[in-house]
């Protein structure tokens, strides 16, 4: 079972950047996939960023430019770093994982944060 604990969400103004981070346990790190989904209020959950166990990150189109996924291999993390936040990324944030072979594809079953939340607002 893997066991994943978000931190770093927060209030923060139009334009400002924050940075979560997901720390990971009971799986070897180096074998997951790795993502950030986003639930805003009264919606359902999308895919924002994701990171593959062969390197390649991937994110969705709104939020390309302005949000970096990464993982910290010596923290058994993921980080999503947030640039030119708007009022319409609010939401609870999840960190997903899932297991991967060597060859990038993803099996087995879905893992969740607890979520995080992030408002954005003036």
């Known amino acids: 079972q893997v066991k994943l604990v978000e931190s770093g969400g927060g209030l923060v103004r139009p334009g400002g950047s924050l940075r979560l981070s997901c720390e990971t346990s009971?799986?070897?790190?180096?074998?997951?996939?790795l993502s950030w989904y986003r639930q805003p209020p009264g919606k359902g959950r999308v895919l924002v960023a994701e990171?593959?166990?062969?390197?390649?990150?991937d994110y969705a189109e709104f939020v390309k430019g302005r949000f970096t996924i990464s993982r910290d291999a010596a923290k058994s993390a993921v980080n999503l770093l947030m640039n030119n936040l708007k009022p319409e990324d609010t939401a609870i944030y999840f960190c997903?994982?899932?297991?991967?072979?060597?060859?990038?594809?993803?099996?087995?079953?879905?893992?969740w944060g607890q979520g995080t939340q992030v408002t954005v607002s003036s």
């Open positions: 990171h593959s166990t062969t390197g390649r990150p």
């Open positions: 997903n994982a899932r297991a991967s072979n060597i060859f990038g594809q993803v099996y087995g079953e879905d893992n």
């Open positions: 009971g799986f070897a790190f180096n074998e997951l996939h």
